[in-house]
């Protein structure tokens, strides 16, 4: 594929999610806690949570009916919850791995991504409308569980403005975009350098949908392979997942990365009801599928690593 191509089927992708962390590293209570222990003041840091968690605290203690009120419903929570499932679960699994905070997405999978986080973007004010409103009682609950930690001048007064939603987009840079005053054979290197680092990006973000392929392969072959293999139905759910958005995914149009996807879109046919009750059907299935996995293993080699893309 030439590097002018490349262009034209992928662009970069920013998400930017601010937010207000809810805790606060206590100077105070650190230097006090060594204190008591008798250790250094470096020996470790105390932090607080400046909003009531959902995690319950003992019925006894005075703090129990301020904690009890937030346990059902915490908006603080929730709204953390679906920026933390935003920015990576769905933005990680509906792009690929570029650099320096930028996702590629591809052209194929653009109008599913921007659907996607429009949607995102919807809930994300439906919730800080929710905080917002809720925000004065959680400040009063946690006044009272906090107690003595308790700092008024740690809690913003315009709780609203620490967060904000952006999506930025950005073409792929491409070599011969240059404006600058330098000799020919300067801006040749720059360019050739540019090229090779687009070639390397774009190879490198191919891999890694094949990647993604190959882990959901491994999880499903390991757990079939177990004698009598207890499993939620997101086990066959991820693969079917993972066969659509790789499907978008799969910037080169590469016909290896096609067939094998399809083999395993047929393979997550089978219902997981089916495999946990026909041992015949299920041995069947965990073949194909390290059968699958070989195929994987041969064409793009073996799954690399990776942190956030990965899940």
């Given at each position: 594929m ?8 992928a ?15 206590d ?18 840091q105390?932090?607080k ?8 605290i003992?019925a ?8 009890k ?31 320096d ?18 949607e ?12 917002v409103?809720d925000?004065?009682?959680?400040r ?7 107690n ?10 315009n ?12 073409p ?7 404006r600058?005053?330098l ?33 959901v392969?491994?999880?499903l ?11 939620r ?16 995914l799969n ?14 879109e ?6 997981p009801?089916t ?5 015949d ?9 390290q ?11 073996k ?9």
């Amino acid at each position: 594929m030439q590097t002018q191509e490349l262009h034209t089927r992928a662009i970069l992708v920013a998400v930017n999610i601010s937010s207000w962390s809810g805790k606060k590293k206590d100077a105070n209570v650190s230097r006090e806690a060594a204190a008591a222990h008798g250790a250094h003041e470096s020996a470790g840091q105390y932090t607080k949570n400046l909003l009531p968690s959902t995690v319950k605290i003992d019925a006894k203690a005075k703090a129990a009916k301020a904690q009890k009120a937030v346990e059902s419903s915490n908006s603080f929570q929730a709204l953390m919850a679906h920026i933390n499932d935003t920015r990576n679960n769905f933005h990680y699994k509906q792009t690929l791995k570029w650099s320096d905070g930028w996702q590629l997405l591809p052209i194929k999978n653009y109008q599913a991504y921007v659907d996607g986080m429009r949607e995102r973007q919807h809930k994300f004010n439906a919730l800080l409308a929710d905080f917002v409103a809720d925000y004065p009682r959680l400040r009063d609950a946690a006044k009272v569980i906090l107690n003595g930690m308790f700092d008024e001048s740690e809690y913003p007064a315009n709780i609203a403005s620490k967060f904000s939603f952006k999506i930025e987009f950005a073409p792929v840079p491409q070599g011969g975009d240059f404006r600058v005053a330098l000799a020919d054979a300067e801006i040749a290197a720059i360019v050739a350098s540019t090229e090779a680092r687009v070639k390397t990006a774009f190879q490198d973000a191919q891999n890694e949908a094949a990647g993604r392929m190959q882990e959901v392969l491994e999880k499903l072959v390991a757990k079939l392979g177990e004698n009598k293999p207890i499993f939620r139905d997101t086990l066959i759910g991820n693969v079917r997942d993972m066969c659509a958005v790789v499907g978008r995914l799969n910037i080169a149009d590469d016909p290896r990365l096609e067939k094998l996807r399809r083999e395993a879109e047929l393979l997550a046919m089978t219902e997981p009801e089916t495999l946990r009750k026909n041992e015949d059907v299920r041995v069947e299935t965990a073949a194909r599928a390290q059968g699958i996995l070989d195929e994987f293993t041969a064409a793009f080699g073996k799954k690399k690593a990776t942190k956030k893309n990965a899940k």
